[in-house]
């Protein structure tokens, strides 16, 4: 299986804090890929450089054999490298099914001219992203809201549309940022179901989150502890790792 | 270049940049108290010296307690700016730009008022000492530049003291950098926010009072006062009392000595030029520590 | 549903337009000289008053720069025509062209701030722009400013009275609102109303957002120079005190008082902020205050502006259940 995510001796400071130091790891293609570590391990830090939030101090992020670090996230997103947030970035004053459409902005090619004078061009890409997110609303299950302002939704269906967003504009490499925080144990068991669906179809996950048994479906899990990869492997080989249960176990 | 004309280049930038430095310093106290730039501060100065003027004017008033009363109005228009902008916007969830375009309103609102009581003429707010002023290198200074300058460093340090060893000045501190603890520890943290705008409208007044004198009152002059100050504080770092008063100074010399390059016509654009610069280049200011991209 | 209650809505809705116009065509005929005159102000305004509510109801930037465009604008034609011998539309298309490169040069460093640096930074040129319209009288003839700007002449008939010039700017209102439609019915309009509620995830969906900024902050500077082009036209004089921060101020207030997300707000906002100073004329300069009193009110209680009330009376006219901003269409049921 080849790498799709290379992270290279990564360190990154703020000022006089290192928050990341020599970070080394590797997404296989198609895994699910977990991270965990205690607050203020760096996840977020080592989340933020991967997507192009940040641009780390030293080291190197290879995407699929390209070095990738002096990336933005827009060339990223292009890449195929999409990413959600801690919390659910929604656009808020859009519907769940704009919400959507608004992912399909990479297929499109239509400019500020083109649109201005209304080229058939803009019509179509509109209604082919529109015909795309109906599809992707009955997937996620949201056909319900789906004329409804994503703003207003409880934070679980926001989670969901976020995630439908980010499934919608065709990623290769998912970057899930704590997505079961603030969901009820029927919505985490709805989440598991989608991300095994996705994984299916061919997206590479990688996963950070608190969430134990989010974290089983990993085939791979990282542990962050202060800046360092402390171990790895599998959820069964971690829990007996000694190194690990002191470091962080659990929350 | 002469030596005169560079003396006088630099006492004028130096009085010019107190007064930045005081707007800046009240955009900075109102900052620090509640985490609002304050787009009305130089309007405070304008209504501080209108204040000012009408007591010693038309009331007859003695010279210092017109210029208390300059204080005090800014004082009370910080107050009621509070209660009938900042607080409404706040109920209805506060975003920057609500407070930006409501300071901006509040802002018109004196400037007109301003306009409609004395028309597009400008006013002169007698200075302290007259007239008067102190040769420097054949140079000259006024007097009431000299009380200007001396005033203001007062209140810095004055400030600075405040906020450091007093137990108001730390809870209006408080107050603004964390909500819940300072009401679980006791802190009334409305009364503190009115208290940051009283604050702020009496160091607008102030400045108000002293420049008054100096670049007579005219119902335009609060925005452009209020963009200096605002230059004058990020310069400074945008919550640092000496900061403010620092990058006032600062601003105030390059523009005075640039005028002596260029045309006086173009102190204004100069000044903007410096302010969307530094904006740009050196949000966090030269002084200050932490950077905050304005919003 | 019965046929009727189906059809009443769309009937309504277009028997209302077509009344509109009706009405619209009558008032020159019906009015005194300085209603018409107004009215023509109003059109002005709406265009250059578009741009600023379109990138602050759209983009979330608030901007005072729009009198800077306005100036270009009117002194491109002014110098233009009347010291170059240019023909009107060169002039127009030379003031527009400068404006979007000058918008862009300004912009492309500028937009990279967010919240109040932003909107400050705007004020700050706008007091540029007020200070070298004046500075620079060589060019803009200064206080004095610049007099004799011959009229617009359509196919030789010559738009020299408010009744004629009725008649020519206001369709001209009516693409411009119909080019404002196209953008936000469009995956454009989606970007940007995207980087308006949720930057971050905008970027992860792969808006350049720092280009789309500059993109629009130059359409808005296009609408304020091509208004001002038109205005120096009308006026055929010119001079500073049209061109400074009142100025700004004023189309900022059009945007805010309107509703940003309304067209319709914005063209009463621009009726109100037009007509008012005259109403108001024997008081004095009292419009001033109402104004910002008006903004205050309009900030705090009033989101929608005016035009937020329209919206909602449209739509249940209508029977429509959601925005105008919706694209790709309602799905019903």
Redesign the interface.
């Known amino acids: 299986m080849s790498a799709v995510l290379e992270v290279r001796q990564i360190s990154h400071h703020f000022g006089g804090l290192h928050v990341l130091r020599g970070v080394n790891f590797s997404v296989a293609e198609g895994s699910v890929t977990g991270l965990i570590g205690p607050n203020g391990a760096g996840k977020s830090t080592l989340f933020n450089i991967i997507s192009g939030f940040l641009r780390p101090t030293e080291g190197e992020i290879i995407d699929s054999g390209e070095t990738i670090t002096r990336l933005t996230i827009q060339q990223r997103s292009y890449a195929g490298l999409i990413r959600t947030f801690q919390t659910p970035q929604v656009f808020g004053q859009l519907t769940v099914r704009e919400n959507l459409i608004a992912g399909c902005y990479k297929q499109g090619r239509t400019g500020v001219i083109k649109s201005l004078l209304k080229f058939p061009a803009v019509r179509l890409e509109l209604a082919e992203a529109a015909r795309l997110a109906d599809q992707t609303c009955i997937e996620f299950g949201l056909e319900a809201v789906s004329d409804q302002l994503a703003g207003r939704l409880p934070a679980g269906q926001r989670r969901l549309v976020e995630l439908a967003r980010a499934a919608i504009s065709k990623p290769r490499l998912l970057c899930l940022d704590e997505p079961s925080s603030g969901l009820s144990s029927e919505e985490v068991a709805q989440l598991m179901r989608i991300l095994h669906q996705l994984t299916k179809a061919g997206i590479t996950i990688l996963l950070v989150s608190h969430d134990m048994d989010l974290m089983e479906i990993s085939s791979v899990i990282y542990v962050l502890c202060f800046g360092e990869i402390i171990a790895s492997g599998s959820m069964s080989e971690l829990q007996a790792d000694p190194q690990v249960r002191e470091a962080y176990l659990g929350v | 270049m002469t030596l005169t004309l560079f003396v006088q280049s630099v006492l004028a930038g130096l009085t010019n940049g107190f007064v930045y430095g005081l707007i800046g310093l009240g955009i900075a106290v109102v900052y620090r108290g509640a985490r609002i730039?304050n787009?009305m501060q130089g309007d405070f100065a304008l209504l501080g010296g209108v204040a000012a003027y009408l007591a010693l004017t038309r009331l007859g008033v003695p010279m210092l307690l017109a210029y208390c009363t300059g204080v005090i109005a800014g004082g009370a228009l910080g107050f009621i700016v509070e209660r009938l902008?900042i607080r409404?916007?706040d109920r209805?969830g506060g975003t920057?730009?609500?407070y930006?375009?409501?300071t901006?309103?509040?802002a018109?609102?004196v400037?007109?008022?301003v306009?409609?009581y004395f028309g597009r003429d400008s006013h002169v707010l007698e200075g302290i000492g007259g007239n008067a002023s102190i040769d420097v290198f054949d140079a000259a200074i006024r007097v009431h530049a000299v009380w200007l300058i001396v005033i203001s460093s007062a209140v810095v340090i004055g400030l600075k003291l405040f906020y450091s060893y007093t137990r108001l000045g730390q809870a209006m501190l408080a107050a603004s950098i964390d909500i819940e603890g300072s009401l679980t520890i006791g802190i009334n943290v409305p009364l503190m926010r009115i208290l940051t705008f009283v604050l702020g409208g009496m160091m607008g007044g102030l400045a108000g009072i002293l420049v008054a004198p100096l670049i007579n009152i005219y119902y335009?002059m609060g925005?452009?006062l209020t963009?200096k100050g605002?230059a004058a504080a990020i310069l400074g770092g945008l919550t640092s009392p000496f900061g403010a008063i620092f990058g006032g100074v600062t601003l105030g010399l390059i523009e005075s000595l640039a005028i002596v390059s260029v045309?006086s016509?173009?102190k204004?654009?100069i000044a903007?030029?410096i302010?969307?610069l530094i904006?740009?280049l050196m949000?966090q200011g030269l002084l200050g520590r932490r950077g905050r991209?304005?919003? | 549903m019965s046929a009727w209650s189906r059809l009443s809505g769309p009937l309504l809705k277009y028997a209302g337009v077509a009344f509109l116009v009706a009405a619209w065509a009558i008032v020159p005929v019906v009015a005194g000289r300085s209603t018409v005159d107004i009215l023509v102000f109003t059109a002005l305004y709406t265009i250059a008053g578009l741009g600023v509510a379109f990138l602050l109801g759209q983009c979330g930037i608030v901007s005072l720069a729009q009198s800077v465009f306005f100036g270009i604008g009117a002194y491109s034609t002014a110098y233009g025509v009347t010291v170059l011998g240019w023909p009107a539309t060169v002039s127009m298309v030379t003031g527009v062209t400068l404006s979007g490169f000058i918008a862009a040069a300004v912009g492309i460093p500028v937009l990279r701030l967010s919240g109040y640096f932003l909107a400050l930074a705007t004020l700050a040129l706008a007091i540029i722009g007020q200070v070298l319209f004046l500075e620079w009288d060589w060019l803009t003839g200064g206080t004095l400013g610049i007099g004799g700007i011959t009229p617009i002449s359509l196919f030789g008939y010559s738009l020299n009275t408010p009744f004629r010039f009725y008649y020519f700017v206001w369709p001209i209102v009516i693409v411009v609102i119909w080019l404002h439609y196209n953008l936000l019915q469009s995956r454009t309009g989606i970007a940007m109303r995207a980087m308006r509620d949720a930057p971050s995830a905008a970027a992860v969906i792969g808006v350049n957002i720092a280009r789309l900024k500059v993109k629009i902050f130059v359409l808005s500077a296009v609408l304020g120079s091509f208004a001002g082009s038109l205005f120096a036209h009308y006026v055929s004089f010119v001079s500073v005190d049209s061109f400074g921060v009142d100025r700004a101020i004023n189309f900022l207030l059009i945007a805010v008082l309107g509703g940003v997300r309304s067209i319709a707000g914005t063209v009463l906002g621009a009726f109100f902020v037009t007509s008012a100073p005259h109403l108001l004329s024997q008081f004095g300069d009292v419009h001033a205050l109402l104004f910002a009193a008006l903004l205050i009110v309009a900030v705090i209680y009033l989101p929608g502006g005016f035009g937020g009330a329209i919206a909602q009376a449209w739509r249940k006219l209508s029977g429509e259940s959601r925005v105008a901003e919706n694209v790709g269409g309602v799905r019903r049921p």
């Open positions: 730039i787009a902008l409404p916007t209805r920057d730009d609500s930006l375009l409501v901006l309103g509040g018109f609102a400037s007109a008022a306009l409609l335009e925005l452009l963009l605002f045309s016509g173009y204004d654009v903007m030029a302010l969307i904006m740009i949000p991209q304005g919003g």
